[in-house]
């Protein structure tokens, strides 16, 4: 694809697109937003490198796509000052760390973000890469028997699977259904939306069918073809789109540190 104001390098024929020839800390020109809108619907995840952006910075970038959206689950972690900012961390006194299990970003909200801006100041000297995987991908992937057998079904997307033991006692969490098969707003193509940090199970059928469904669903979205993997530097920064991506952050560099923030763009209803 061309653009007009950016470079962007695939990292696979599916999904991923590393990002140069642009400022993220300042203002954007339209041309250089459009290009990146479109890039974003191209490539699923955008990556940039060198970008040691400040919480105006992020904010500034993030709304080009839309407006915050805060999650109630993440309240905890809020920066100070910045309740539209989100403090990632894992350092030598970490017992969990946020996003391990395969998932699209708190898909558990009534309208979960349409995506995530995730920037990494400090990253361990080896590990900690992030893998996204295309869920367009995944479901052009399945049988047309799968499809047609899971187009109309729902699913119940629940955040105490991922915040319940780590949150303070009796804060409320989201608990939403949303469909197994979504169609995109801006693409008009049709993703897997089922996810195992928040899915608990497909309503309308016998428990025993969910449970196997969704561990097979679970199980074919992690294929490596439909993959990209990113190691991170200093201040890079990973943007996606919750809506046909999901990702999973590798946690195999303790006791080292990892830091950064995360700033989510409101989305819509998934249908």
Not at 20 to 33: A, F, H, T, Y
Not at 199 to 220: C, K, M, N
Not at 253 to 267: A, D, E, L, M
Request: glycine residues 8%; charged residues 20%; aromatic residues 10%.
């Amino acid at each position: 694809m061309e653009y007009n104001t950016i470079t962007v390098r695939p990292l696979t024929p599916t999904i991923g697109g590393e990002v140069s020839g642009i400022d993220l800390n300042r203002p954007l020109s339209d041309m250089e937003v459009e290009d990146l809108h479109r890039a974003l619907d191209d490539r699923l995840v955008l990556f940039f490198r060198d970008q040691p952006i400040d919480h105006a910075a992020h904010i500034r970038f993030s709304e080009y796509f839309g407006g915050i959206h805060i999650a109630p689950s993440t309240k905890p972690w809020q920066a100070p000052g910045h309740p539209e900012v989100t403090i990632i961390h894992a350092d030598k006194d970490s017992t969990f760390v946020a996003g391990e299990d395969w998932h699209s970003d708190m898909s558990c909200d009534p309208e979960p973000p349409l995506g995530s801006v995730l920037y990494l100041h400090t990253i361990p000297p080896v590990g900690g890469d992030t893998v996204f995987s295309s869920m367009y991908a995944a479901y052009d992937a399945l049988s047309e028997r799968m499809k047609a057998h899971l187009e109309g079904l729902t699913a119940m997307h629940d955040a105490a699977v991922g915040f319940g033991g780590i949150t303070p006692e009796g804060m409320k969490l989201p608990r939403t259904s949303h469909p197994v098969i979504r169609t995109h707003p801006s693409t008009g193509r049709k993703a897997l939306f089922v996810n195992k940090g928040f899915t608990t199970y497909i309503e309308g059928v016998p428990r025993a069918e969910s449970d196997a469904l969704l561990q097979y669903l679970f199980q074919h979205l992690q294929h490596p073809a439909f993959q990209c993997r990113f190691t991170w530097t200093p201040h890079a920064i990973a943007f996606w789109d919750n809506r046909c991506a999901q990702h999973s952050a590798i946690w195999d560099y303790f006791p080292q540190t990892r830091s950064g923030f995360r700033v989510q763009i409101r989305g819509d209803v998934p249908r």
